[in-house]
């Protein structure tokens, strides 16, 4: 009698196999828009042409350009003219503090976003001026002399205050790109900062309170409240984040999430800090994966030598 | 009174009360095993171990998990996940071989039927083992509503409101399985006792079933041969091992058992460590919220094929064809009309019909996960119709089949 084992162990194998790439890999594909990475790019916009003054960005960063008039910048001791819930009740959104924007926002984007804020968050059909819809942030027209030049004059000041690539954490890319909009309940994060812990329940009451009328603002302005992203890393995927930050309408044509203008860097931050919510085990996992994958491997070959030493009488 | 001595050791004392030498004779030394079986035999044991990972693996989640609906998704996401020391692991273990535990029992099923292992003698066996997959079926589902994500809801939405579908419209019964209109707090109350309790304690009752009826008719073989199972026992014991067609079940057949059982666990371990997300539902991420419907509602792999002959008919016609598909593989043995119980291969038609069943079904499998649009739709239809043919048809293959 010949061993038929491996032509089975074969037919098993393929038809697990095939059912598997059915429903997996080939059914998502067909599920789910796939849209390629652009490599954060940004190719519609125009490339700064001209080379910052410092120190003429800062005076107008802090003056003409107006920026703080909405915007802090606490590294500079430029404090907040109103508290974050106060903020969003005016504009639907807390303007960010701009201590770190060099560093998390693209230089180009930084410069469209300076003169067309709609334009650079892909947000026009949303904010059409020609309609009367005015986006909350407003447009610098230029402080009398060449506007290229004053916008790359504040990007280069905006760059020179942040910290370097090397000294941005995920903790902070997240909280910058994304934190004034999205919770991340698992961080204790919430999108007027991180929840303190109070000695007495009427305060962390009070916090609460603030988060929800913050959430309320919010919700006005976006349409909906943006989600808690805690374990996003986990419902969806790397490649899925990463495309969608790069440019939410390219998935969700009409969406109210502004593009965010971070850079490759940022983005990887980002994700980075959505993995240290939602799967903080994974280092452990591999690790101990790799020592299971060892012990079974020796289990299966005792058993192995096991059976054929039994088997060795039936024959 | 039966008579009991001093006992002369602890197995003298255990066997006067318990016998347990003659249970172990019954149940593993002289258990005989034809000795041509190939490794799908050894699927049987597989389940078991996996059954078993199961439980223990249950068991440790069941102590941080909560049944609450604002609890639920934080005490498994958050509590189980991050804070309790291997957690996660208690978690992929569970996930993925509760996927798992489905490619086996296909994988058995189908073994079943390809040797004609449910007939002469078998039947009982059969339903046992049909029984496991409906009752699997029940706990599979009701543990994919306890993390109270999104597809926990939705599925749980979707599935418990067939009933409420086309003629039926038993809109009571809905609300009485769900104890509310919606999925809410006493629907995922109800379904983690089904889950923990109820239906763990029927598995366990249904396995011991399955055991006892496969003693007394022994499993078959790769041949279908008729094993004089008293006359090849004799021969063995009598010394004369390798003449004898048939082997001990400990340890003769359960070193390969076990040795099939390490290559699973390798495979099973590799997925639990490295490629666990087709076990784990990406969507099911998301935390429950009744206002917002995912896009695409599927349910997990292995309810696939039945969940798509309810799809691609009018609701009635579906629900009729999706009643069939629940019930028709319990009547097999019945509808199998040949007395042969040999491999399909030196069966005939029976061959064709096997395999074409087997295609169909993964068909199925696949068009039940792709939205219901165009070409999938109709490769849908076409399956569903098969699988409805193919059935109404075995009785007619098989009733002029040749006895072998
Ligand atoms: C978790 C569930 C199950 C467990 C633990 C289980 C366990 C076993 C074991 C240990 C055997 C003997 C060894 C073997 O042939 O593999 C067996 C045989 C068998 N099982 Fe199951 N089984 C399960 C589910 C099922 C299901 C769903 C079916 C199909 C309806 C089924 C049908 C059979 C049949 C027909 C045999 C006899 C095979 C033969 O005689 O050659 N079992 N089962």
Redesign the interface.
């Known amino acids: ?1 010949k061993n ?2 491996p032509l ?2 074969v037919v ?1 194998v393929a ?2 196999l ?3 790439w ?3 890999p ?2 998502h594909s ?2 789910h828009k796939h849209v390629e990475s652009e490599n954060f790019a940004y190719a519609d916009l125009a490339p700064i042409s001209k080379t910052g003054n410092v120190a003429n960005g800062k005076e107008l960063t802090m003056g003409a350009g107006g920026c703080t008039g909405c915007h802090s910048i606490t590294k500079e001791g430029v404090p907040a003219g109103m508290d974050p819930v106060t903020a969003a009740g005016a504009y639907g959104v807390n303007p960010p503090d701009l201590s770190e924007a060099g560093v998390v926002y693209d230089a180009k984007f930084l410069a469209d976003l300076i003169k067309n804020p709609a334009h650079a968050l892909k947000v026009e059909h949303k904010f059409d001026a020609a309609k009367g819809q005015m986006h909350p942030m407003v447009a610098f027209y230029g402080a009398g002399g060449d506007i290229d030049q004053e916008v790359a004059d504040m990007v280069a000041y905006l760059q020179s205050i942040a910290v370097t690539k090397e000294q941005l954490t995920p903790k902070m890319a997240y909280e910058n790109a994304c934190g004034r909009c999205h919770e991340m309940r ?1 961080e204790n994060w919430t999108q007027i900062g991180e929840k303190p812990s109070f000695k007495f329940e009427k305060d962390s009451l009070a916090f609460d309170i603030q988060v929800l009328e913050y959430q309320e603002s919010l919700t006005k302005y976006m349409g909906k409240l943006p ?1 808690d992203l ?3 890393i ?4 790397e490649h899925f984040l990463s495309t969608f930050i790069e440019n939410p309408q390219a998935h969700l044509e009409g969406t109210a999430m502004p593009r965010v203008g971070v850079t490759a860097d940022t983005a990887h931050k980002v994700i980075e800090h959505m993995a240290d919510s ?1 799967d ?2 994974r280092d ?3 690790s ?2 790799m020592n ?2 060892w012990y ?2 020796i ?6 030598l ?2 054929r ?3 060795k ?3 | 009174m039966a008579h009991f001595t001093k006992a002369t050791s602890v197995k003298d004392w255990l066997n006067q009360r318990l016998a347990v030498e003659k249970v172990e004779k019954v149940m593993a030394s002289e258990y005989w095993i034809p000795k041509n079986i190939n490794f799908l035999w050894a699927m049987g044991m597989v389940l078991a171990i996996t059954f078993a990972l199961l439980l223990v693996s249950g068991i440790f989640l069941l102590m941080y998990y909560q049944p609450h609906v604002d609890l639920a998704f934080d005490s498994v996401n958050y509590t189980i996940m991050r804070e309790v020391d291997f957690g996660w692991l208690w978690r992929n273990i569970h996930g993925v071989a509760a996927s798992v535990v489905f490619l086996v029992i296909y994988i058995h099923m189908f073994t079943g039927i390809y040797y004609g292992s449910y007939k002469k003698g078998r039947e009982m066996i059969w339903i046992s083992g049909m029984l496991l997959f409906v009752t699997f079926s029940a706990e599979a589902f009701s543990g994919y509503m306890l993390p109270w994500g999104q597809m926990s809801y939705w599925a749980g939405m979707v599935i418990t409101n067939i009933f409420s579908l086309g003629g039926l419209h038993m809109d009571g019964l809905v609300e009485w399985i769900r104890g509310d209109y919606v999925p809410a707090q006493a629907f995922l109350s109800r379904f983690f006792m089904l889950h923990v309790l109820l239906l763990p304690l029927a598995i366990m009752g249904l396995i011991g079933l399955h055991f006892a009826a496969l003693r007394i008719p022994h499993v078959n073989n790769q041949d279908g041969e008729e094993i004089d199972f008293d006359a090849e026992s004799k021969k063995y014991l009598a010394g004369d091992k390798a003449g004898s067609k048939v082997m001990r079940f400990a340890n003769d057949f359960m070193s390969k058992d076990m040795m099939v059982v390490g290559i699973f666990l390798i495979f099973f371990f590799y997925l639990v460590f490295y490629n666990y997300s087709f076990a784990l539902d990406p969507v099911n991420f998301d935390p429950a919220d009744m206002l917002k419907t995912p896009a695409h509602i599927y349910p997990e792999w292995y309810f696939l094929w039945s969940y798509e002959i309810l799809r691609p008919f009018s609701v009635n016609i579906g629900l009729i064809a999706f009643g069939f598909a629940q019930v028709i593989f319990v009547l097999l043995p019945w509808l199998d009309r040949s007395p042969n119980a040999v491999p399909a291969s030196r069966r005939g038609a029976f061959s064709v019909w096997f395999w074409l069943l087997l295609i169909d079904m993964i068909v199925l499998t696949a068009m039940g996960k792709l939205p219901p649009e165009g070409i999938f739709s109709t490769i849908g239809l076409v399956a569903a119709l098969a699988f409805i043919v193919l059935w109404i048809a075995l009785p007619f293959i098989t009733m002029n089949e040749k006895k072998v």
Do not use: C, D, Q
């Open positions: 009698m038929k084992e089975i162990l098993v038809f697990t095939l059912t598997y059915l429903v997996e080939y059914a067909v599920m698992y989600p805690s374990m996003y986990r419902s969806r995927n939602g903080t085990k452990e996992r591999a101990v994966g299971v994958m079974i491997l289990f299966a070959i005792f058993a192995f096991w059976k030493s039994v088997w009488e039936l024959h």
